[in-house]
T-cell receptor, first 112, second 115 residues
Framework: QKEVEQDPGPLSVPEGAIVSLNCTYSNSAFQYFMWYRQYSRKGPELLMYTYSSGNKEDGRFTAQVDKSSKYISLFIRDSQPSDSATYLC????????????FGTGTKLQVIP | DTGVSQDPRHKITKRGQNVTFRCDPI?????LYWYRQTLGQGPEFLTY????????KSRLLSDRFSAERPKGSFSTLEIQRTEQGDSAMYLC?????????????FGEGSRLTVL
């Protein structure tokens, strides 16, 4: 069993839809939770991060962490064709230990 | 300011040959990471350096793989006696020690195809 599980998709939605992306994890020691976005043939780039449980909002993006359920989510409101990419959840331990463990990624396509 | 750069971007080699990839991190970043990504998978951790010290290696990194970071600047990842299973994208990333949020800055990767 992998430490981080993510539905690989692909997920295809019409422009303007609300998108929900999810991951589950098994290691309760994870403290920092991130979402990276990866466009085709590019390296991943950090989209959002949260520390411990709770919500964080940044424009059209909202990240949620539920540590009791070991479940994290990313919501995208008013999705745009430019949001079409692979979204990778990622997490790491606390204390400056920076080995980041990634999920398998969900490929999202937003259709105009 | 340039980001993380990797060279070559694409390498095609025959099984059994040796290959070397180079990564130049963002200049002030003291941590450097190598990840491997295969099609439809997320990046898998291989190894990381803090300055010139290699602090951790994954069990994925067999004896055929070696990474160096002389003088704490650029890094090289060498694969000896390549196998078809080594075909993947090799991603390099760098970060600052005081970034506890796990923000890694990735290069565009070096894609390896082993025939």
């Amino acid at each position: 069993q992998k430490e981080v599980e993510q539905d690989p998709g692909p997920l295809s939605v019409p422009e303007g839809a609300i998108v929900s992306l999810n991951c589950t994890y098994s290691n309760s020691a994870f403290q920092y939770f991130m979402w990276y976005r990866q466009y085709s043939r590019k390296g991943p780039e950090l989209l959002m991060y949260t520390y411990s449980s709770g919500n964080k909002e940044d424009g059209r993006f909202t990240a949620q962490v539920d540590k009791s359920s070991k479940y994290i989510s990313l919501f995208i409101r008013d999705s745009q064709p430019s949001d079409s990419a692979t979204y990778l959840c990622a997490m790491t331990l606390s204390g400056g230990y920076q080995k980041v463990t990634f999920g398998t990624g969900t490929k999202l396509q937003v259709i105009p | 300011d340039t980001g993380v750069s990797q060279d070559p971007r694409h390498k095609i080699t025959k099984r059994g040959q040796n290959v070397t990839f180079r990564c130049d991190p963002i200049s002030e970043h003291n941590r450097l990471y190598w990840y491997r990504q295969t099609l439809g998978q997320g990046p898998e951790f291989l190894t990381y350096f803090q300055n010139e010290a290699q602090l951790e290696k994954s069990r994925l990194l067999s004896d055929r793989f070696s990474a160096e970071r002389p003088k704490g600047s650029f890094s090289t990842l060498e694969i000896q006696r390549t196998e078809q299973g080594d075909s993947a994208m090799y991603l390099c990333a760098s970060s600052l020690t005081d970034r506890e949020n796990g923000e890694l800055f990735f290069g565009e990767g070096s894609r390896l195809t082993v025939l």
